[in-house]
């Protein structure tokens, strides 16, 4: 079975440019998690949804983050404005029981 | 104070050694509790779910005590390939939703 699938693996970009990063969750799974990474706050739970219903933005750290959920099988995170402070990894994971399986992340750098 | 917390480490061992982390946690409502592994560069992977009753999984076992409000991970006869960050996840209140609260990491290496 597919895991959970993230793309673009790595994005380079300028500060101030727009940034998507793009998830698909595992097949089934009716929630799924948006994470960053860095090496001073750890893994860290940005938003998630449940049936494509966002259900927690409290860690969305201000306006410049939004996420959206179309349908089950695909979400989104973009940044806009981009700042050099957004660099970090950016984990999608999903689930359906107790147990999160994570995807391969995306490396965000920005310049 | 930390919701959770580890020892980062790091914790280098030989190979064969048996090695312990705890991880404690604040919130006295969580309901799950779980161990990912992370290699460098890469995602976190589900190690193993904790059980109240304690669990077994090969060399790796894992504990919980609610009533001082930690979990455990004991790794028995390391193998170099242990060499990882041991991440400790709680769910965030008594709620089924699901939303983990990840400590910082413990890192591992396994020297031979």
């Known amino acids: 079975d597919a895991g959970v699938i993230q793309s673009p693996r790595h994005e380079v970009t300028e500060m101030g440019q727009e940034v998507t990063l793009r998830c698909k969750p595992i097949s089934g799974h009716d929630y799924l998690f948006w994470y960053r990474q860095t090496m001073m706050r750890g893994l860290e739970l940005l938003i998630y949804f449940n049936n494509n219903v966002p259900i927690d933005d409290s860690g969305m750290p201000e306006d410049r983050f939004s996420a959206k959920m179309p349908n089950a099988s695909f979400s989104t995170l973009k940044i806009q404005p981009s700042e050099p402070r957004d660099s970090a990894v950016y984990f999608c994971?999903?689930?359906?029981?107790?147990?999160?399986?994570f995807g391969p992340g995306t490396r965000l750098t920005v310049t | 104070r930390k919701e959770v917390e580890q020892d980062p480490g790091p914790f280098n061992v030989p190979e064969g050694a048996t090695v312990a982390f705890n991880c404690t946690y604040s919130n006295s409502a969580s309901q799950s509790f779980f161990w990912y592994r992370q290699d460098c560069r890469k995602e976190p992977k589900l190690l193993m779910s904790v059980y109240s009753s304690g669990n077994e999984d090969g060399r790796f076992t894992a504990q919980l005590n609610r009533a001082s409000q930690y979990i455990s991970l004991l790794i028995r006869d390391s193998k170099l390939s242990d060499s990882a960050t041991y991440l400790c996840?709680?769910?965030?209140?008594?709620?089924?939703?699901?939303?983990?609260?990840f400590g910082q990491g413990t890192t591992l290496q396994v020297k031979p």
């Open positions: 994971a999903s689930k359906r029981g107790s147990e999160q399986y």
């Open positions: 996840a709680v769910t965030s209140g008594s709620s089924n939703t699901g939303k983990l609260i």
